[in-house]
């Protein structure tokens, strides 16, 4: 089956360390997106990537890295300058980037929380 | 600043009746408003979608109003099912830009 797999589901970080979630995707999409998921808050953008080595910030980049060097992978790390990453973390992907009016595929996402 | 306003937050309907789920937006821009549904422990999946070109849009028990004047538009879930129970998600784009901007999200309980 064609799809997006994040994992781990479950993720806990400690003060001070950085952790990284994975995202594989095997639909053969260009672009690829993070997505942070808060209670009351909707989904908001945190980095996107229009095509292998080349991604851009979305809302709330900071304390967030990511790096696309394989068109099926986009890995985002959350390092410890983000001081509130307790959140749903979701990857998602659509067929190309036209500036809008794509179908987003989405994981299942991943539960981070602070120990 | 919320680009994309919806209301309510929560929702609970009985069992073979109409939900409606309301959006709002500012940006005149927009011309993309697709609805997502998530499951508990689930990434949104796409249910339907809207361009402005139209007024409505019906797929099966799910309808897309749209009212271009007043930048808002609606999701009417007919003869609602307890397997509909879900959260659902507005978002609107544009088509010259670089992102979707979901909004707040409804949680929808429909009660056998």
């Known amino acids: 089956d064609g799809g997006i797999t994040q994992s781990p589901k479950y993720l806990f970080r400690k003060e001070g360390q950085n952790v990284t979630l994975s995202c594989e995707q095997n639909l053969n999409h260009d672009a690829m997106y993070w997505y942070r998921q808060d209670p009351g808050q909707g989904l908001r953008l945190i980095y996107y990537?229009?095509?292998?080595?080349?991604?851009q910030k979305g809302d709330i980049a900071e304390g967030y890295s990511v790096s696309r060097e394989k068109k099926e992978s986009f890995p985002l790390t959350v390092t410890s300058a983000q001081k509130n990453p307790t959140a749903f973390y979701l990857c998602?992907?659509?067929?190309?980037?036209?500036?809008?009016?794509?179908?987003?595929?989405f994981g299942s996402g991943t539960q981070l929380s602070v120990l | 600043q919320q680009q994309v306003k919806q209301s309510p937050q929560s929702l609970i309907v009985q069992k073979g009746g109409i939900s409606i789920i309301n959006c709002a937006y500012e940006?005149?821009?927009?011309?993309?408003f697709p609805w997502y549904q998530q499951f508990p422990g689930k990434g949104p999946a796409l249910l339907i979608a809207?361009?402005?070109?139209?007024s409505e849009k019906k797929e099966g028990r799910f309808t897309i109003s749209f009212n271009k004047s007043a930048k808002q538009f609606s999701l009417h879930i007919m003869d609602s099912q307890p397997g509909d129970s879900a959260t659902y998600f507005c978002?609107?784009?544009?088509?010259?830009?670089?992102?979707?901007?979901f909004g707040t999200g409804t949680s929808l309980t429909v009660i056998p």
């Open positions: 990537s229009q095509i292998v080595n080349d991604f």
């Open positions: 940006n005149t821009a927009f011309d993309y």
């Open positions: 998602a992907s659509s067929i190309g980037w036209t500036g809008g009016g794509e179908k987003l595929f």
């Open positions: 978002a609107a784009s544009r088509r010259t830009g670089n992102q979707f901007y």
């Open positions: 809207i361009r402005p070109d139209v």
